[in-house]
């Protein structure tokens, strides 16, 4: 077959890979379970600790903490770790803890061990000092709506998951927020199905988020804990991944609006935030990141091209029609209005860039800095390597 012949065939492949897509999600969305009902109770009353680990969070953690502690269930604790603060975030902390003492408790670490990342060591140290049925690990930046753990719990519980995931609202303050956190949602689609994540032949299906990632204590000590995370920078997505290896049953959650968080200020502010994350999403190897570039142009930005050229706007219209589409299905799980699609070429061009920008980075300065803390790449690709 001729590269002319391959060629006239590409428009068609590629606007029948965004029809399936979209079709998939059609039918696959409507069965992601939502939170139940107002008055719902979680049956048995479980204990539950929420870990919140912070580090130079003055700005947002006493937010966090106060929805927390304005939570309608009675049977939970707070531990909040001030990771090695150089703001107020500590002075924040212990002030809440005299004034709620039987709630929430404050532990401080003053240094990191070797072959720790500080977020993991934190969650980790808190996690050791938790005594209850279940865990909720979770970031100083999120806000709960005061029946989020309780009906998150019920829920939990009710489907019998070792690993419940509420998927959070994003705060769009812009439209460069809207714009690119409504590309990743979509793109997000092609990595995983959300509605599968409860089925465990679906080995490839997981989900992962910091934001709220809710386990049955019993399942986090079966799968090691973070000790076996403790140099993951994607630890939240290797979590998920290991839960579903060790057979553990996952779920995932629909919450409109009951558990938030504000990513980053700007589209800028978000490409800054995917720089620690986007290469080691690829391992950080070269040879993984530069295919996935080209791929990415491919799937978003040739559906434009195609609409400028007689012999392919056809398949360009039918790829168009089911990137809206998509963006519509994908705007059900958070919310960003579908009308972003119309910059999705945009969003794809700063993606790749912030791909690239992200590999540039940590090879330059030859590892990760991630809040105060440098984490060198020998050390990063010798851990995914080994997978511990």
């Known amino acids: 077959m001729s590269f002319i012949h391959i060629f006239s065939w590409l428009p068609w492949l590629i606007a029948a890979a965004w029809l399936w897509k979209a079709i998939e999600a059609a039918r696959g969305i409507p069965n992601i379970p939502e939170i139940a009902g107002s008055n719902v109770q979680p049956a048995g009353a479980p204990s539950l600790t929420v870990i919140v680990p ?5 700005a947002n953690v006493a937010d966090c903490l106060h929805s927390l502690l304005g939570q309608d269930y009675s049977n939970f604790q707070i531990i909040a770790v001030n990771d090695r603060s150089t ?58 709506q005061p029946d989020a753990l309780r009906r998150s719990l019920a829920c939990a519980v009710a489907s019998e ?20 956190l409504g590309f990743l949602q979509t793109i ?14 679906a080995t490839w299906d997981f989900v992962g988020i910091g934001a709220f990632c809710l386990m049955r204590s019993a399942a986090y000590k079966r799968i090691g804990g973070f000790e076996y995370l403790r140099f993951e920078i994607l630890e939240d997505l ?47 190897r070269i040879w993984l990141l530069l295919p996935a570039c080209v791929g990415i142009a491919a799937l978003f930005l040739l559906p434009v091209v195609f609409l400028f050229w007689s012999a392919t706007i056809l398949p360009g219209v039918l790829a168009m029609a089911s990137i809206v589409w998509l963006y519509r299905l994908a705007g059900k799980l958070s919310g960003i209005s579908s009308w972003y699609a119309a910059l999705f070429p945009v969003s794809a061009l700063l993606f790749i860039y ?29 851990n995914n390597a080994s997978g511990s």
């Open 238 to 284: 290797n979590l998920a991944q290991r839960i579903k290896r060790k057979g553990l049953r996952q779920v995932a959650a629909l919450s409109p609006s009951m558990v938030r968080v504000h990513w980053a200020s700007g589209a800028m502010g978000v490409v800054r935030v995917m720089t620690k994350n986007l290469f080691a999403l690829f391992q950080f």
């Open 354 to 382: 912030s791909l690239l920008r992200s590999m540039f980075i940590t090879l330059k300065q030859g590892g990760v800095n991630w809040r105060g803390t440098f984490y060198p790449l020998s050390d990063l690709r010798k």
């Open 87 to 144: 703001d107020k975030t500590g002075a924040i902390m212990d002030k809440l803890g005299a004034e709620y003492p039987e709630k929430l408790r404050i532990l401080h670490i003053d240094a990191l061990p070797s072959g720790w990342l500080g977020k993991t060591h934190a969650m980790a140290v808190a996690a050791q000092d938790a005594a209850t049925d279940y865990l909720l690990f979770t970031d100083a930046d999120v806000l709960f």
């Open 54 to 58: 912070a580090r130079n969070e003055e």
């Open 161 to 180: 998951a070792d690993h419940f995931v509420t998927l959070p609202t994003p705060v769009i303050k812009s439209h460069g927020e809207g714009m690119l």
């Open 188 to 201: 997000g689609l092609w990595i995983t199905r959300p509605w599968r994540v409860s089925d465990p032949d």
